[in-house]
């Protein structure tokens, strides 16, 4: 096998030896982190009170960073939503279907951005540090972040330890600001103004400088750590067995992205979530508000959904770390939960508002599944390239064009039925891609399984982790690295 022009996925002849020597033909210094990793990878031994000092400092200084970038890129497409509660539509003299092209406009910029931003978050490491093109992305616009996010996260974290996400928090702390601003009276601006001056002006522009300032590029440039934690730090992550960051664009691992059925299960996870998502997320406080409660009511009550997306994440969270290979199991659940509430939200009677806004509520599980999309990405894709381009491929998000278009005015009397049916199916289909996901890669490790079997390659456990490992150092993607098994 080579790793210059491989096409598909493992070969069952392919040796030990083809898989070192494969190694060995890598560009290491294109390799962030590899040199401590190679002179250090033998003989390095470390306690777990080490190893609980470098968690908690990583804790204290990135963690901060990418939960507050990610809870405000949340923000500043709900401002939207915040800002119709409280007059924006009717100030400006628009219609509903121009609303609904104004709540799609911000994903086309994600549309043609998000893919160049990776590439750039990958190139320009050359000159600038990954921080530093974060901080300055985020104090003039917040598009990068999200898949800068999913891309950065194992740099820092084992796939157990990976924190998503920060949304919920984010709709908490937010809810009060909208509602306070939107008490405000003979302001030269009118409230929903107020919103957007805040939430997507100061905010952003604060966040930038903080990221300037703090965010790191990787391990090996974080001024928090001596040379041994460095080196500690590196080797946590290495277990990941995807690697942490090549400076070099691969084509082939582009090509292989797409040829992988987990990019495409993933790509339509993500349409399946996302019209939903661009319902939610720019019309929550219309859905609410109909049902019959005032402006400041539906502020506040907007609030539980955020509580109840940040419970179900942490708990998510805690069940897929505490028992081995969970996550497709505990998204099952997730899913399955929003299929329900979407369906009660449907066709319970108009009457029963309590309940519908429970349902509502009980919508935000989506979030789960969400999530840990992401750490399947982070996880189980191999190849730094490959890996950006199969997270960029998940943000093309169309669907999220397409989601406000589906509220339609017409149907406010009746509870919008065609926004909550898209809904309902946006859920299912997720639903049952996550569930093709979590079957085609309990295959594919019963598969390569049973081929080191027959090829009579018996190595203990042990043994072909250390090799998977280090095959991912190397930038060895997942379909070449016959080692590696996925994470469920």
Same mark, same amino acid.
């Given at each position: 096998?080579?790793?210059?022009?491989?096409s598909?996925?493992? @070969? *069952?002849? +392919?040796?030990?030896d083809?898989?070192?020597?494969?190694?060995l %033909?890598?560009?290491?210094?294109?390799?962030?982190?590899y040199d401590?990793y190679?002179?250090t990878?033998?003989?390095?031994?470390?306690?777990?009170?080490?190893?609980?000092?470098?968690?908690?400092?990583?804790?204290? $200084?990135?963690?901060?960073?990418?939960?507050?970038?990610?809870g405000?890129a949340?923000? !500043?497409?709900?401002?939207?939503?915040?800002?119709?509660?409280?007059g924006?539509?009717?100030?400006?003299h628009? &219609?509903?279907?121009?609303?609904?092209?104004?709540?799609?406009a911000?994903?086309?910029g #994600?549309?043609?951005?998000?893919?160049?931003?990776t $590439? /750039?978050?990958?190139?320009?490491v050359?000159?600038?540090?990954?921080?530093?093109?974060?901080?300055?992305?985020? &104090?003039?616009?917040?598009?990068?972040?999200?898949p800068?996010?999913?891309?950065?996260?194992?740099?820092?974290?084992?796939i157990? %330890?990976?924190?998503?996400?920060?949304?919920g928090?984010?709709?908490?702390?937010?809810?009060?600001?909208?509602?306070g601003?939107?008490?405000?009276t003979?302001?030269?601006?009118p409230?929903?103004?107020?919103?957007?001056?805040?939430?997507?002006?100061? #905010?952003?522009?604060? /966040?930038?400088?903080?990221?300037?300032?703090?965010?790191? !590029?990787?391990?090996?440039?974080?001024p928090?750590?001596?040379?041994? +934690?460095?080196?500690?730090?590196?080797?946590?992550?290495?277990e990941?067995k995807?690697?942490?960051?090549?400076k070099?664009?691969k084509?082939? +691992?582009?090509?292989?992205?797409?040829?992988?059925?987990?990019?495409?299960?993933?790509i339509?996870?993500?349409?399946?979530?996302?019209?939903p998502?661009?319902?939610?997320?720019?019309?929550?406080?219309?859905i609410?508000?109909?049902?019959?409660?005032?402006?400041?009511?539906? &502020?506040?009550?907007d609030?539980p959904?955020?509580?109840?997306?940040?419970?179900s994440?942490?708990?998510?969270?805690?069940?897929?770390?505490?028992?081995?290979?969970?996550?497709?199991?505990?998204?099952?659940?997730?899913?399955?939960? &929003?299929i329900?509430?979407?369906?009660?939200?449907?066709?319970?009677?108009?009457?029963?508002?309590?309940?519908r806004?429970?349902?509502? $509520?009980?919508?935000?599980?989506?979030?789960?599944?969400?999530?840990?999309?992401?750490?399947?990405?982070t996880?189980?894709?191999?190849?730094?390239?490959k890996?950006?381009?199969?997270?960029?491929?998940?943000?093309?998000?169309? +669907?999220?064009?397409?989601?406000p278009?589906?509220?339609?005015?017409? *149907?406010?009397d009746?509870?919008?039925?065609?926004?909550?049916k898209?809904?309902?199916?946006?859920?299912t289909?997720?639903?049952?891609?996550?569930?093709?996901?979590?079957?085609y890669?309990?295959? %594919?490790?019963?598969?390569?399984?049973?081929?080191?079997?027959?090829?009579?390659?018996?190595?203990? *456990?042990?043994? =072909?982790? =250390?090799?998977a490992?280090e095959?991912?150092m190397n @930038?060895?993607?997942?379909?070449?690295?016959k080692y590696?098994r996925?994470?469920?």
């Open positions: 096998m080579s790793l210059k022009e491989p598909s996925p493992i @070969d *069952e002849k +392919q040796s030990v083809d898989v070192k020597l494969s190694v %033909e890598v560009d290491h210094d294109a390799e962030v982190g401590i190679a002179s990878k033998d003989n390095l031994v470390f306690t777990p009170a080490e190893e609980r000092v470098i968690i908690r400092k990583i804790d204290l $200084w990135i963690l901060p960073c990418f939960c507050l970038t990610q405000l949340f923000l !500043d497409k709900t401002a939207l939503n915040y800002g119709n509660l409280f924006m539509k009717a100030d400006l628009v &219609t509903s279907a121009q609303y609904s092209w104004f709540a799609g911000f994903y086309f #994600y549309l043609v951005s998000v893919e160049p931003s $590439w /750039l978050l990958q190139r320009l050359h000159a600038y540090h990954t921080g530093k093109i974060m901080g300055s992305v985020c &104090t003039i616009w917040g598009v990068v972040v999200i800068g996010l999913g891309l950065m996260t194992p740099f820092w974290w084992r157990r %330890e990976q924190p998503y996400c920060f949304n928090v984010a709709g908490i702390v937010g809810g009060f600001p909208a509602y601003l939107g008490h405000v003979n302001a030269a601006v409230s929903w103004a107020l919103i957007f001056l805040v939430y997507i002006g100061s #905010y952003y522009y604060c /966040l930038g400088i903080y990221i300037l300032l703090m965010l790191p !590029d990787s391990p090996v440039t974080a928090f750590l001596d040379d041994r +934690q460095k080196a500690i730090a590196i080797k946590r992550v290495a990941n995807t690697g942490i960051k090549n070099t664009f084509l082939y +691992q582009a090509v292989q992205a797409f040829q992988d059925p987990k990019t495409w299960l993933l339509l996870a993500a349409v399946g979530a996302q019209i998502n661009g319902v939610v997320t720019n019309f929550s406080s219309i609410i508000s109909n049902m019959g409660f005032t402006q400041f009511q539906t &502020t506040l009550l609030i959904g955020s509580i109840i997306q940040t419970l994440i942490v708990g998510g969270g805690y069940l897929a770390s505490k028992f081995k290979n969970s996550r497709a199991i505990v998204m099952f659940i997730a899913n399955a939960t &929003t329900i509430a979407a369906a009660c939200l449907t066709y319970a009677p108009q009457e029963q508002k309590w309940g806004l429970v349902a509502f $509520w009980l919508t935000s599980f989506q979030s789960v599944g969400f999530a840990m999309g992401f750490v399947m990405i996880a189980n894709v191999g190849g730094f390239t890996r950006q381009v199969t997270s960029a491929a998940t943000f093309i998000v169309i +669907q999220n064009i397409a989601g278009h589906t509220l339609i005015d017409s *149907e406010k009746i509870g919008y039925p065609t926004a909550t898209a809904m309902l199916a946006g859920y289909v997720k639903t049952a891609c996550h569930i093709l996901l979590g079957l890669m309990w295959y %594919e490790n019963r598969r390569r399984d049973a081929l080191a079997d027959a090829s009579g390659d018996h190595i203990s *456990e042990e043994e =072909r982790a =250390r090799l490992e095959a991912g @930038d060895v993607t997942d379909f070449d690295n590696f996925y994470v469920l």
